[in-house]
């Protein structure tokens, strides 16, 4: 697969919740109240065929999500995982229990600048709710807006 063209690639990250102060709360028997994804993503081509999710598990067809940019422009997109086909069981058997992170992926032909996926559970001790948030901080998302700003 060709890479480097903003077309027809794979893109792949982790969600880190290493350092997130509240992961010790967070219960993963529990199931999450909500999943927050958000993602900036410029498309260079027609989204059709576009996907993002957890490799090998679950993902999306970006084209059934709303407020998607068109081609050409740059924008953010930002849903509830949990109303697009995903689980709640999904998700938290996502989460690697060594590293506290969850792999993520984008196929096709956009380019995308910034992930960050919020995970929300009620907290039964407090009965407030309690999120961890995974920042996306990946080489390749910045060697490919390195590539863009080149181009």
């Known amino acids: 697969m060709p890479t480097g063209d ?5 893109t792949e990250w982790l969600f880190d919740f290493s350092s997130d102060s509240n992961l010790a709360l967070f219960p993963t028997y529990s199931p999450l109240d909500s999943a927050i994804l958000t993602l900036t993503l410029s498309p260079v081509n027609s989204l ?5 999710g957890v490799p090998g598990l679950k ?3 970006i084209r059934d ?3 998607i940019p068109a081609v050409g422009t740059t924008g953010k997109v930002s849903i509830n995982l949990l109303d697009f086909g ?9 989460l690697d229990p060594v590293t506290n992170t969850i792999s993520w992926s984008y196929q096709d032909d956009a380019v995308i600048s910034f992930a960050e ?3 929300t559970v009620e907290v039964e001790s407090t009965s407030e709710p309690t999120s961890i948030l995974g ?5 390749t998302i910045a060697a490919k807006n390195a590539r863009k700003l080149i181009d």
């Open 117 to 119: 996926l919020e995970l």
């Open 48 to 52: 059709t065929t576009d996907t993002t």
């Open 59 to 61: 993902s999306i067809l």
């Open 86 to 94: 995903f689980t709640s069981t999904d998700i938290i058997n996502s």
């Open 6 to 10: 903003r077309l027809d690639e794979r």
């Open 135 to 139: 920042l996306l901080v990946t080489g």
């Open 65 to 67: 999500l709303p407020d």
